[in-house]
């Protein structure tokens, strides 16, 4: 029986091989959110990001500590933010996206369904609470060229985000949530709302922005121009910059290197273990003294 | 008619002594009969009064069914809702409406509909089946009086009160009737109620005397009268009403009923009135609604699921007050959900309504936790086993072309764990067909064919001789050798006799007696006397059956029909009775001349259990007068002369032999009488007989007694109450699969006890154990003394030493009665417990139930109860299992059983390999089960820990709506259906596999919880390693991170693949078919993805091109897949590597044997293993055959000393 373990294991132990030798990703995590926000206003961080008055520059240095090959992904993590909220995830109406106002049933879309009696496009909480932080970035006093197309699944913008859906009438409300559309595109063009509208699985979680499309070698330093529009304070959730490579396995993964190595090794030492259990107490197979007439024990 | 008028010159009632004394009807006078309870008239020949109230009773049409065309949709959708776990899930329907619902409204009610659908339809066939079965008895035929004397048929259904109906022989009665003449003058007739009490002897009932000119269908045309009787009621034994025929009331008692179900036999036909009809009759107002059983397994099954409620409710709640406590708290903050702006279910403002609503939706949410298919899938899985019952071409009998059938599919795994069988024992083991095989004449033992019992036991003891053979010195081999010799010539000489055309009722095989052989025989004066007293004491009719010009014999007994038989084959043919004579016309040689003699039958003392002899005085044609008499050995021998106990010592040894072959045995004796000396006692005979009065009886017994005295013992014979085929086979198998046997039987003590020798229930050298009543008026005397019995075997039985002593318990109905009693019966049952075999004697059928009430509840072990009469009924519906006997007789024990088989040997392989796989089974497929809802379950709940308890599943409805029915489902049914753990031929050979159901091995709380542990283990895995693996990062080389579909999808995924592996994992037999539904289940699961992904996005949502597109190019989903397949699988591969290597079961070890050919490679050793498993087993004739050999050993052991080595006497 310990024989099973033997392939088992190794299968495992080649896959957990493959995936140390090859994930050589490189990966620069930036939290901005605290930093970004003026020393005065740190008190009252949400009253500072929902005035509009006050402009929400802010610079951010990012030190390549290990050289980057293109292409890097930018990407905005958000912690604590409740995406895969029942109230979040229902509100949404996916034939409205792609049949825009000649669909009228939206009422999947409460409480952000209609203003002033006219109906939002796109409707709902998802799209109303929009991303809006935005990024430039720098090196060496030059921009660095961000990549913003086909960040987004291209069968959603194919097939569930009309061609020719123009926002209307979004963020006219009495409140504001997130980011505005540009009402000229139209809503397949508009990645960033695809990218949002995958709503994530965990409260924590990192969206695609873009891609730069050229090296960063060791020590170059990236200046972040950002915009710092979007409120994460009234819930105490952080908000992060993050650069990557990626390998065919993605990004950065260790855990599931580890992962393999450890179930490998542990069904390889299961396998020793009942060889060596076998030699040592062997038990002739078929071995009648088990059978229970022939056990001294047997009672009834 | 010719035989009618033959017979209607008989008046039997004159011929008997102690029965049928016809008391004076005038004496009584009528019953008055007023007030409440007696309010039935019936109109005799009148059905036209009928018609209409107040005299339309009901109709003869009955029903069996539970429902009807109308009742059938509110009274199954009642039951099926009576099911707490459907009514959970109906509940969770109503509210999936509602937006409280996490799913959407189609992945509830579709499952529910399928579910209770396929339920009713199971109830809807089962009812068409019986209400076919309804239809066949409804539409029997009967021939009533159309009017003007004029007799025709019709149908049961379109009797009516007051028909006149003839019923004729080998009929049934269609209704309860009142007896108004038979074919014989006297109008006696004969019925037999097998079907309401089980018992077989014959009944005798007669008419009234003014009825008797009725005896044509002529004299009908002008009859009219009426009853007034008591109103239906369930009472068989017991009748009251009055005839009100000429002006005259004459007054009814039960002896002029016959009841429907029963049936007329000896008689060409009878005329009667119909009183009770269809529902209204006795037999049917006794039917009781057969009780819904439910097997062991389904019981406990309900506690899992009270375990998996309560886990769900803590889980429920915990996420309700997670909820809610984010809700006040939190949730205001999160301006991104708009929380001033929620409906009743997120308002922060209410967190307890918002907490209490989302218990709801959560109860809804982890629901999979109780798996609502289980019930399904057990459903077919349990009709597709009974198919496999049904269709068991080796329990098919070809004789009756009957299969075995399991009439409800409820109880397939039950059959695997009973403990204790109650059978029955006429028509169950026994085919209630006596055959003369042997007799004892003078001294001497004639007939050389042997018993099955003892044909068994040869076999039995040959193939372990021949084994022991090789092993045992020199000496033994010789031994054995020479009784293998021995048993050889009687395997053989049965062989031979199987080849002869067999007559009924005789296998007689010597050629000394033989073909007219006995008149060289030493004594054959005796010999010719011993067959004069088969032919001529007795109380049969012969018939002659015209196309063959041979006799046949009808009689009260089968006993007496065999004598006859084999007094026919040995030359003494009786031929013909009359009122006072017996004729027999005897041939002495093979050349064929026969001599008619007339014996005149001066009296007759007839048989009675009290008596248990029976004797006729005859005077031959010499005029010399013979008292012939036979009875019970013990009887007989008492009542010996001094001068006639000459063959007492051979007899006494022969009987022995029988007894101990299983034969049925009666010694015969005779004396002669002078002229005076009859005279003397004929007188004093004849005034008893007219006396009236209480002691009347009493009297004329004791004056039976002065007669039956000082005889001369002739012989002795011996019948088998032939055994049904392979009874003694099959109950050592039984005994060897470790179950235990007790035979109610309604018959005598002696009989019983016979019976129980012949199935090797009993052997020489048990300890046999018999409670008896005392004969004492104080029934508180009579059951100290019965206790003080039951309580002094027990300590004997604690006190025996000897490992290999085996006691069986004897008792009768009466002793029972008090043995049942509420302070005496856990003391009886403990005694009964210890006991190897036990016999219970002369029951009724009701104590046939309280007994198998008190093994069930007393022992808390499975029982089963087998029968074929109607007398079984109570047994078999108070039995956790019922098996009716689909044989010749009636089928009410079939249609009260929940299987039914065609001969009692199907049981075997019914229990020992059915009972055994359907066990396995349903043990394996629902742990099993409650492991893959645990396992999936439990990931919805841990998500939400991460999605703020909001209800909010990460799974795709659709997914979750497949799960069950269509991803899991199939491989699961497989297991159920097609899993065996040893084949059949296995179980067979090793009976003892048998006994993992009855310990519950695989159904333990152990087991399941080790199941339900794996299964959290599972869940841990599978979301925990998702979740870190697929956490933040990009799950592709082009930066994409995982959104919750894909994350979702790729951790169902996971769920697929680990539940598909662990099933194959679990399973021990492959055939195509699990390959297909394992593998197909997931390649399924992949199609649908991709099948799903394909579909217009408004339908697919999130799911849209997800495997397409996102999944199946990322290298790390298929990794992901693989990683946590193996980490699920690991513990479960170490459980088993580890139990295989250290705490072996028996069938792993069997089916290593079987795999790595040892059996094939060494015979002896498998022979060898195969006799070692026989010998804990306490009864069957393999035990007997130990017993045996043990008692050989141990004498030669003593003889060894002594060189000389003496053939074994077979007799010891």
Redesign the interface.
Known sequence: MGVIFIPVGLVTLRASHCVIIHSMVVEIVDRYDIDCVPEPSRMDKVSYIQDDSIPKNCSRFMKVHKYMKAPIYIYYQLDNYYQNHRRYVKSRSDKQLLDGQKYHDTSSCQPVESNNNRPIVPCGLIAWSLFNDTFKFIREGAELIVNRKNIAWKSDRGHKFGKNIYPFNFQNGTLIGGGKLNPEIPLSDQEDLIVWMRTSALPSFRKLYGRIEEDLDVDDVVVVNLMNNYNTYSFGGKKKLVLSTSSWLGGKNDFLGHACVFVGCSSLSLAIIFMLLHVKYRRPYGDMSYLPWNRKSFSG | MTRGRIRARLRLSHLYTFACTRPEATEEGPHSIEGPGYSRIVHCNQPLMHKKKPFKYRSNYISTTKYNFFTFLPKALYEQFHRVANLYFLAAAIVSVTPLS?FSAVSMIAPLVFVVGLSMAKEALEDWRRFMQDVKVNSRKVKFHKGEGVFDYKSWKKLQVGDVVKVEKDQFFPADLLLLSSSYEDGICYVETMNLDGETNLKVKRALEVTLPLDEDASFKNFTGKIKCEDPNPSLYTFIGNFEYDHEVYALDPSQILLRDSKLRNIAFVYGVVIFTGHDSKVMQNATKSPSKRSRIERKMDYIIYVLFSLLLVISLVSSIGFAVKTKF?MP??????PQ???D??DPRKPVLSGVTHLITALMLYGYLIPISLYVSIEVVKVLQATFINQDIQMYDEETGNPAQARTSNLNEELGQVDTILSDKTGTLTCNQMDFLKCSIAGTAYGMSSSEVELAAAQQMASDLEDQDVERSTDFRQKGKQQEIELETVVISKDEMVHKSPIKGFSFEDSRVMGGNWLNEPNADVIMLFFRILAICHTAVPELNEETGSYTYESESPDEAAFLVAAREFGFEFCKRTQSSVFVRERYSASGQTIDREFKLLNMLEFTSKRKRMTVIVRDEDGQILVLCKGADSIIFDRLSKNGRLYEEDTTRHLNEYGEAGLRTLALAYKRLGESEYSAWNNEFQEAKTTIGADRDLMLENIAEMMEKDLILVGATAVEDKLQKGVPQCIDKLAQA?LKIWVLTGDKVETAINIGYACSLLRQGMKQVCITEISSDAKEVVKENILLQITNASQMIKLERDPHAAFALIIDGKTLAYALEDDVKQQFLVLAVQCASVICCRVSPKQKALVTRLVKEGTGKTTLAIGDGANDVGMIKEADIGVGISGVEGMQAVMASDFSIAQFRFLERLLVVHGHWCYKRIAQMVCYFFYKNIAFGLTLFY?EA???F???S?YDDWYMLLFNVLLTSLPVISLGVFEQDVSSEVCLQ?P?VY?QGPKNLFFDWYKILGWMGNGLYSSLIIFF?N??????????????????????TTMFTCIIWALNCQIAFTMSHFTWIQHLFIWGSIATWYLFLFVYGRL???IS??A??ILV??LAP???YW??T??VT??CN?PY??H???Q???H?L?HH??Q??K??K?DVEDQR?WTR?RS?????TMIGFSARVDAKIRQLKGKLQRKQPSSEIHSPARSS
């Open positions: 996490p939190d903050d999160w301006w991104y959900l708009q702006n929620t409906d279910y997120y470790g998500f991460f999605a703020g909001s209800g909010q990460i090793f003892a006994q390693l979740i870190i693996i697929f956490y933040d990062q990009a799950f592709r080389e082009e930066g994409q991170t995982a959104s919750m579909p894909a994350l979702g217009s996005p408004s949502g999130n849209f091109q597109e996102a990322a290298p790390i990794l992901a693989l990683l193996i980490a690991l591969l170490a088993i590597s580890y295989r290597c250290f072996p028996d070890i069997i290593e044997i795999y790595y040892k050793m293993e070692r498993a026989r010998e804990r």
